[in-house]
């Protein structure tokens, strides 16, 4: 069988990681060409791995040798591009968040059901071994029935214009939120049908201006009774860190680190390590399964690990939360 | 200066664990008789600490040597023990939670306002090595200006019988989440304004019928613009669970453990310690500390560590969790 | 049964910790009477402790209240100071090590032997609750047969008089590594038979005119065909720190923590905690156990926990180590 | 300037990891042939990886376009592979242990001297990113003076079938404990003058007959005073455990871990978490910076990394431990 032949479109940080596995170590998938609205910036990246790069989305939907897009531009940008890349019959792996509103998502899944192509979410915590494993676990009844769902995401050092960018990125809870909303129907294999969230540009006071808040409590209500609270915070001076804890009636799981290598010192009273900053080291190998994964099922014709519909609850419950921050009060999630 | 004479009223677990140390480890403090509304409970105790057991609390109040009761019966006989004991002239160390209502709170503060007698509340936490130095380093500035605060409090298996006793000891939100509220005013130094609760009888479902919860999770708003989260529950397998996070600006400080002893063992494919599975292990020295705080406190006329008002607004935030939880809505506290 | 009487003998650090824990908290236990070389301090602990305070070992084994006497002065005075008790018919707690040479060592269990009289030597690890469930898992086959022993201790800032006091307090070995000697053979249940060790003044090259080493590293070799190392170090600026391993056909056993409390704090690209500094700090308990355990069996007509036996093998591994870093050869053990 | 043309002699587990990241991730480097005493062998690989695969070694060095060989072939067949490729003009990396012994290490670095071809040897932890920083952390004075260095291994579940390979593989001094010398030296920036070492066939009986041996402590002397001690163990049954600690005048550094995910499971009385079992999986980002290293290093015209003299006192180090442990005593080793 030929190797899947991939266009990426948006080769910022996540796109350019996504570049670069394709190019060199995903089995079955071989990177074509790239794409961004930044000329400057395709040309790099497409000079640098040796592929064509691209003067626009169209162009590279164009090329018969791209089997499919994954799709790395700015959430706002997402619909428009899956909606193209379905239209050209392409296979769409697309980034998180799927959309930045329900009504945007709602759109992408008919355009990719209408074209009959395959979509999978990247919500690529599904793919990290811990993660991995602690569902497994879970699965197998190690914790009896889930209880509490527990998680939080911090981010190293945002900055004041990274809130700026708000309109085209979405929210904290879209960005950040939406990997923990996507792990707390995931892990419990349950919808979240209610949440309340507290919010605040508490960390950085100027980004208000933008209608961006930097920290988020998040309280869950699921299906089945469990109940649970993400966490979200735009601005760990400390690291990037990033945890998650499943409590079952028989014991829990905790998944989660902040040590980046295993060197411990011992000066004048204190011991001490070095923590993670870049969300890249933490998931490197999360990105690379994912990927790989993505190519053995569209060659496989096996579903998507990550559903559109998966990436659509995930934006339905940042909407919920959204709403609820901003009216003070509990909201139900659209299923 | 004479030893402060000491009786203690209730002498359950926790009382218990306060007449012992009374009895032989408080500089300052002189254990002279102890009540029950169990005589036999009484008796034995007395008898094992070689001090008189008292027939009743008027008995034990009517002592000219007694100078000050720690009340540690169930909570809903807080509010008369207070009464009483302030009626009496004695100071008054009562056990947490102050009362099951803000209006029992209210009026035992009102009964030791008028009495003019000293009262402090038994939230111990703040006597632990670790949270004692995490309010230093906090107030030091060490970790910024405080954006979340963060705790959970998982008892380690609580029985159905346990939450019978709701309406003697109160809901989970009382006994369990009061200490992680005090912990949240007392370490942001700041005031708890709004909350909203989910809650379940999720681990115990058999203990619907007395009204209570074994799980909760509360997300709180400070008067300061700061957010935060309280988890609680009543029935972890695994262990007994406290943990407290305060996220800065600048850190983070993370209290709790949950490791007894420093022994590791490492077999096939797996590494393993024991866990903590008793309150009493995790804060024995927090105990001594706070009684024996206590007794300077009294001696060298200074006021209590924790106030009453401490007592009763963490009272105060715990009715609202309950209104929340209950009636689906975020709810003030009343200040 | 009457309670024990005790004279402590010694009351440096070590004695006064004894002597506190038989006047407060050890069941079964009286402390009568102390008695020190130094007279202020002999009568400032026994005024602190509401206690005797003797001119003279003589005068302090004269008294007929005191059963038992625990020997804490320095290990050159420990023979004489068990000749003199036993020959009083007193039964005897003798911290490590036993005595400074195998000589002196003999010559005290001849002495006890001829009195008929109690003895125990202070190896207080084997009390601290991590090495005793070690211990039990080890008897019960968890780790399979024991291949390699490890331990470690390093002092936290020894001070270089601390050294020039080596005539009378003994060298590293004597004072720090006899603990790990003696877990060597109790944890493994065999005997040391075979050392090697080399050594220096390293951290404290100024302390080689009192012909004192502050590091040494010992090779261990077993009968029964296992092998191990201990290392001692005299100066560590970080805190105290205590570690051993047994590794065994299935698996490996750790022992040692060095957090005090539990208590983390992240700031900017760092994760750190305290560390133990004080021996007493992590030890406390163990020091408790080991006295109550001593009362228990003089009481009960028990053999001692630590024996005479016990207390001399670990002067000879020392002696053998001694030996072999003066010679630079490996040198075996007498049994 | 053109990338690198590699050749790898010896693909068994090593030498295919060497393989596969020249085959795709190391910059410079383009891997051509591969060859194996086992001709299937070399075609399995040379197929899997869509090179040529080489009858012989001297076929190999025969192709012009290799420029560079990595020896990875059992330690026995180093000497004439690289006596070999140093006639042909080929730079040089090869494994550790560089020899099995002195004058076979003595004999290899002539060859390479006579033909001043370029020979790095594989000591890849100095590559581990977190021997690297201590390393760093060392020279910039972070803990002192060096005093002790302590370093294990411990290898997962080796076989009796793995012993019976002593001949052509070496010891366990040469196999594992060689790492341990070559971080011994590096670290300290010292040489190793004698040791003194206990071992035992303790775990695997039965491979006495090979005149193996399956444990070893093995105490060190440095030139500048430092003392220290390293063990070897060859059949871990928990994981496979390496872990290095150098402790100066202050402070102390720690490297090694034992976590594989970072998921922590606690159920019934117990915290758990996994364990690595493979070096691999340990040290791949190592081998990754190795290779590039190296490829760096011949185009540019620098110094190796590991030099030959370098890979030589490993050997002799194990040497001298191997003499120390037959024959009971302290042994120099040769400089």
């Known amino acids: 069988m030929n190797a899947l ?10 796109g350019s990681c996504h570049a670069e596995n394709l190019r060199h170590c995903i089995p079955g998938g071989r990177l074509v060409a790239v794409a ?23 162009a590279l939907l164009a090329r018969r040798d791209i089997d499919a897009v994954v799709i790395s531009s700015p959430p706002k940008f997402h619909v428009s591009a899956i909606q193209a890349a379905a239209a050209a019959g392409k296979h769409i792996f697309c980034e998180k968040p799927l959309a930045l509103t329900i009504e945007e998502a709602d759109t992408a899944l008919e355009a990719v059901g209408r074209a009959a192509t395959f979509l999978q979410v990247g919500h690529m915590r599904r793919y990290d071994p811990a993660y991995a494993e602690a569902k497994k676990r879970i699965t197998a009844g190690e914790i009896g029935r889930v209880v509490i769902f527990k998680s939080l995401g911090r981010d190293y050092e945002s900055s004041p214009s990274t809130a700026s960018q708000t309109p085209i990125n979405g929210t904290l809870f879209h960005d950040s939120s939406s990997h923990d909303f996507d ?23 100027e980004t208000r201006q933008f209608n961006a808040f930097d920290s988020g409590v998040i309280n869950l209500r699921f299906a089945g009774g469990a109940i649970g609270n993400v966490e979200s915070f735009m601005h ?18 905790q998944i989660g680190y902040l040590q980046q290598t295993p060197l411990v010192a011992l ?56 709403e609820s921050q901003r009216d003070g009060r509990v909201v139900r999630v659209r299923q």
């Open 36 to 58: 961004d609205v930044n000329a400057d910036r395709a040309r790099e990246v497409a000079a640098r791995l040796s592929v064509v790069g691209c003067e626009s989305t169209e």
């Open 183 to 205: 792990l707390a129907r995931w892990l419990t294999d349950d919808e979240v049908i209610e949440v309340h969230a507290f919010s605040g540009a508490l960390a950085m006071p």
């Open 267 to 322: 000066t004048r009273s204190q011991r001490s390590h070095d923590v993670l900053t870049h969300w890249l080291a933490r998931f490197a190998e999360a990105y690379r399964r994912e990927m790989s994964d993505f190519v053995s099922r569209v060659r496989e014709g096996r579903p998507p690990a990550v559903s559109g519909r998966d990436g659509r609850q995930s934006v339905a419950i940042a909407m919920a939360a959204i």
């Open 5 to 14: 032949g991939f266009g990426v479109i948006g080769v910022g940080e996540m």
């Open 236 to 253: 760990a001076q400390y690291g990037y860190d990033v945890r998650t804890e499943v409590v079952g009636t028989k014991g829990t799981l």
